[in-house]
């Protein structure tokens, strides 16, 4: 029987991959504490100051943390740097200069770039999502109208 360790692979980083989950979680976390919550009870000082920490702890390790983890990830493990080059699945993207078709010279480093930006996209949704479940938790649907054989509302006149 072969033996596969997942985190010798190349690719795979302890670093990155515990802190994407632990910010996804940690965002996460809003929405069981939400439900608990009363939306009409009023924050006392304390809470509000503990809210505040732990959502910029959260900030931090989603838009700091979890990017320079890649970033150091690419550089180190990956060797992902300028000098470089894409050439991509069968050289197809193989530049002028080395004889390919591509008149752009594409390298790893631009990819590692891009992937930092798609995790800063990714989080950036994930924010806007909480923050609006948070503003609308406790929101009654309003109740529908009968309606008439025509399909407008019945409503009494006051």
């Known amino acids: 029987m072969i033996a596969i360790d997942v985190l010798k692979w190349p690719g795979v980083n302890q670093a990155f991959l515990v802190s994407f989950v632990a910010a996804v979680l940690l965002t996460l976390v809003a929405i069981p504490?939400?439900?608990r919550r009363p939306k009409d009870k009023e924050l006392t000082w304390g809470e509000a100051m503990l809210g505040?920490?732990?959502a910029f702890g959260?900030?931090?390790l989603s838009y700091g943390v979890v990017p320079h983890q890649w970033i150091d990830h690419a550089d180190?493990?990956?060797g992902?740097?300028?000098d470089k080059l894409l050439f991509g699945p069968g050289g197809i993207l193989k530049p002028e200069s080395f004889g390919g078709w591509n008149p752009i010279t594409?390298?790893?480093e631009a990819v590692r770039d891009i992937v930092v930006v798609l995790i800063h996209v990714v989080?950036?949704?994930l924010n806007i999502f909480i923050v609006v479940w948070w503003q609308n938790r406790g929101?009654?649907?309003p109740k529908e109208l009968p309606t008439s054989t025509y399909g407008r509302p019945l409503v009494k006149r006051a």
Do not use: D, I
Request: proline residues 0%; glycine residues 8%.
């Open 52 to 54: 505040s920490t732990y």
């Open 58 to 60: 959260v900030l931090f």
């Open 139 to 141: 929101k009654v649907a």
């Open 80 to 82: 992902w740097s300028r």
């Open 76 to 78: 180190k493990n990956l």
């Open 33 to 35: 504490y939400g439900k």
């Open 123 to 125: 989080f950036f949704g």
């Open 106 to 108: 594409l390298q790893y």
